[in-house]
């Protein structure tokens, strides 16, 4: 018979007899009446077979299934099913198997087989939660029955075996459908009371209630097989897997619920995150029962009964905290609840095989769930609207009150253009966080970003300063969004800002991963757009700075580092900035000296044809003979050239002294190639100065090759330096771009900067038999992309002959390094001489 049929019949029944009331007692219950046996899962599932595996009749919560196999159940004793007439019914809970198989063997020897599978239960289940198999034969002519379970993940659901007489079983199905017909009822009339009847929007207390309504309704129709009258897939197995993760589901939003309806003050912080964090570990291990990963429900089950006594736990010890903070809720929440708190209990309790529970006591109890439910939501909701009323009056009066009296205080920390903090709100709230809690508690780990614009000035005089207004503006609302709302933004200058954030393991990355998203976006004023783009210096409190001062100070000078570096980007505080800084700072006061003294010089490298060795041209390359440390070259001091005075003037003395050495040994030197720094290239009036000191030595402007490295192309003045190179290319000057391959020279730059030479950096020279081959396929694609623009290619830090050789069957033709000529001073250039090859 169809169960739908089966369930109407047993419906009037009921109610003819007077439902609930008790079954008849010729229901036999058989659970505590079987055997064990176990069997590999490549064992045949036929009564022969089976009846001559040996037994161990251990009680069922202590047997534990096998990993990969058969679990079989042998009644102990068949005579128990005496009193059954034929056509009775064998009523099982339904368990997560990978197949399931029940035999029973007549007197006469005749074998009835039911195979399950998941998803291919057909009409063979009942309300309740049940698996039934219909037996034909009378209790008195049944010799045995085994029940057969493969791959079964756990036998601790298993709490009803009974044989149930036809009259009986209509009895169950008819007050099962009755049970979960009133329950479906009442949790949608919660739902529709939560979602219809209401003034406003949910608050976030009802929005959590509604989720666990619509959970806890899903839950009571698959645990009890209701929602197989529509799908009957979803009997056996399925709904064993997904009752488990909505159970999950419903203790997780039973938490958020208790969190939500709490007032702020009766719960401390750090529970609330805990509680939330274990709600949504639940949730998670309860979507992972379900979609049977990373383990199947045998791994995943205990799991669930943790999580869910953990979440009990919190509960209880929410109410406890609650209840000591004289929170008013938390008495509702405790009439309201206390039913699902009941039936929770005992869902754990059963998970740990402290309790079985009959199928009276397992509707009682879903009954109850469900008519406490619908009846105090309805108080908890009324409640829950006059307490946010309540509430939200409270609040506005706080915020006028507030709002009076700090106008003042907000106006003198707030800057006009931007609304943001300024510099006083930032040096205040620096020192409060540097301070900490006044009670003594340590002061958390923070971060200080220093930001500063890049070429507001330029915009100013191109635009006008209602332009850089808008950029400021643009650029402070970016930062507070980059920032979050746990960050304080605040502009401590005309260009510059700074971003106080709380440091966490996931702070830096986010915040960066903000910033970097913010550069380059686009600004639109009066129709103009030009994008924006900002550097940052990173430091953190207390690990690069116990106090304010220092810490601001290392925060500048990793920001000074990203200006050094061509603008443009964010860059973190590390001591070695500090003792790089002193070391500069020392080096330009000694370099003062060092220029008066003359210890300053230049020394010659010469560029070969890699398969003659025969010099082309040569490049210079400053060196600096330092009392105390020896010669030094500029991978010691080279930071001082771009910054100060001091550097300039060691930088103009150094293209001095190459110009007078092409001017004074035109036969030794045909081409000297010069390094050049930002501040020789500032524009085309810097160009014109270094042509005017050419034309006055009388020297042939080709004779002088200019060299750039690509972190000065990348720049934030690449329009001046742009100029500056067209203006010395169109004069004659060949320009060369040097350490090509380590920067982030983009290939535009290649077709719209007069570049006539490209010089691959040495680093790759020496990796070439190192790396795999990485540093050949590099050094090979720069020479075809030399050659096919049309400049040249030359190879530094060539220093052995297998080297040469290499390079030289790669198509190189133009090379610089040791194995030629070192560098040295002119005077010992031609003693030196260079190795000729080939």
Request: hydrophobic letters at 45%; glycine letters at 10%.
């Amino acid at each position: 018979m169809h169960p739908l049929r089966l369930i109407l019949i047993g419906l009037v029944l009921a109610l003819l007899v007077g439902w609930p009331g008790q079954a008849a007692a010729t229901i036999v219950p058989l659970r505590d009446q079987f055997c064990h046996a176990t069997a590999p899962a490549t064992t045949p599932d036929d009564a022969r077979t089976i009846g001559q595996l040996p037994t161990t009749c251990d009680r069922p919560h202590r047997i534990s299934p096998p990993v990969d196999g058969w679990l079989w159940l042998r009644l102990d004793d068949p005579a128990a099913l005496s009193t059954m007439p034929a056509g009775w019914a064998l009523l099982t809970d339904q368990l997560a198997f990978a197949a399931h198989t029940v035999l029973i063997v007549g007197a006469d020897g005749s074998v009835q087989t039911e195979r399950f599978a998941p998803g291919q239960v057909g009409n063979r289940w009942m309300p309740g939660g049940l698996l039934r198999v219909t037996v034909a034969k009378p209790g008195s002519g049944i010799a045995a029955i085994y029940l057969g379970y493969r791959d079964l993940a756990t036998l601790e659901p298993l709490r009803r075996v009974s044989a149930v007489p036809p009259e009986d079983m209509l009895w169950l199905g008819g007050s099962w459908l009755a049970v979960a017909g009133t329950f479906a009822g009442a949790i949608v009339t919660v739902l529709i009371f939560s979602l219809l009847v209401r003034t406003g929007p949910l608050l976030p207390a009802q929005r959590w209630y509604v989720l666990w309504s619509v959970l806890a309704l899903a839950y009571g129709l698959t645990s009890t097989n209701m929602l197989a009258l529509v799908w009957p897939a979803l009997a056996g197995p399925t709904a064993v897997r997904l009752t488990d993760a909505l159970v999950a589901g419903t203790s997780a939003a039973a938490t958020m619920v208790f969190l939500a309806l709490m007032e702020r003050r009766s719960l401390p912080r750090w529970f609330r995150r805990i509680g939330a964090g274990l709600a949504l570990a639940c949730g998670l291990v309860g979507v992972a029962t379900l979609a049977g990963w990373p383990a199947g429900l045998r791994t995943m089950a205990p799991s669930l009964n943790v999580l869910g006594s953990a979440n009990g736990l919190v509960l209880l010890t929410g109410v406890a905290i609650a209840i000591s903070r004289r929170s008013r809720t938390v008495w509702l929440y405790l009439i309201s609840w206390s039913p699902l708190i009941l039936v929770f209990c005992l869902w754990l309790a059963q998970g740990w095989q402290l309790v079985t529970q009959p199928d009276l006591v397992s509707m009682s109890m879903l009954l109850a769930l469900a008519i406490e439910s619908a009846a105090l939501s309805v108080l908890m909701a009324d409640r829950v609207r006059r307490l946010s009323g309540e509430r939200d009056a409270a609040e506005q009066a706080r915020l006028r009150l507030e709002a009076e009296s700090g106008a003042y205080r907000r106006a003198a920390l707030t800057d006009p253009l931007t609304g943001l903090g300024n510099r006083a709100a930032f040096q205040a709230q620096l020192r409060r966080m540097v301070d900490g809690d006044p009670a003594g508690t340590p002061p958390a780990p923070f971060m200080l970003l220093l930001v500063d614009v890049d070429n507001l000035k330029q915009i100013n005089d191109r635009l006008g300063h209602d332009a850089g207004d808008r950029l400021l503006m643009t650029i402070g609302a970016g930062l507070a969004m980059a920032a979050g709302p746990d960050g304080h933004v605040a502009r401590i200058g005309g260009d510059e800002y700074a971003i106080l954030l709380l440091e966490h393991s996931a702070a830096a990355s986010r915040i960066e991963a903000a910033l970097e998203a913010l550069q380059g976006t686009s600004v639109m004023h009066e129709g103009r757009r030009w994008a924006m783009t900002f550097s940052a210096g990173l430091a953190c409190h207390p690990a690069d700075g116990p106090e304010p001062e220092v810490l601001v100070k290392h925060a500048d000078l990793a920001l000074y580092q990203v200006k050094h570096r061509g603008r443009r980007g964010l860059y973190r505080y590390d001591p070695s900035l500090r003792a790089r800084n002193d070391r500069r700072a020392r080096f330009a006061q000694e370099a003062a000296e060092g220029l008066s003294r003359g210890e300053f010089m230049l020394h010659f490298q010469p560029i070969v044809r890699i398969e003659t060795g025969a010099p082309v041209g040569f490049e210079a390359l400053l060196r600096w003979q330092h009392p105390r440390h020896g010669l030094l070259t500029p991978a010691t001091f080279g930071e001082m050239l771009t910054d100060g005075r001091t550097g300039h003037a060691v930088q103009h003395q150094a293209i001095d002294m190459a110009l007078d050495a092409l001017r004074d040994h035109p036969d030794q030197l045909p081409r000297v190639g010069v390094n050049l720094t930002g501040p020789d290239l500032d524009g085309p009036a810097a160009a014109h100065r270094l042509l005017q000191r050419i034309a006055a030595r009388g020297i042939e402007p080709s004779r002088l090759c200019v060299e750039v490295t690509e972190d000065l192309v990348l720049d934030g003045r690449l329009t001046q330096t742009a100029e500056a190179l067209t203006v010395l290319h169109d004069a004659g000057l060949p320009i060369s771009l040097d350490d090509f391959g380590t920067g982030y020279a983009s290939l535009i730059h290649l077709k719209h900067l007069p570049f006539d030479t490209l010089k691959i950096d040495r680093s790759f020279t020496l990796t070439l038999f190192e790396d795999h081959g990485e540093s050949e396929t590099i050094i090979r694609a720069i020479i075809g992309l030399g050659q096919g623009l049309g400049k040249q290619v030359v190879v530094e830090g060539v220093e052995t002959e297998a080297q040469r050789r290499k390079l030289l069957a790669m198509g190189c033709r133009l090379a610089q390094g040791h194995l030629f000529c070192r560098p040295v001073p002119l005077a010992s250039l031609a003693q030196a001489g260079t190795a000729q090859v080939g």
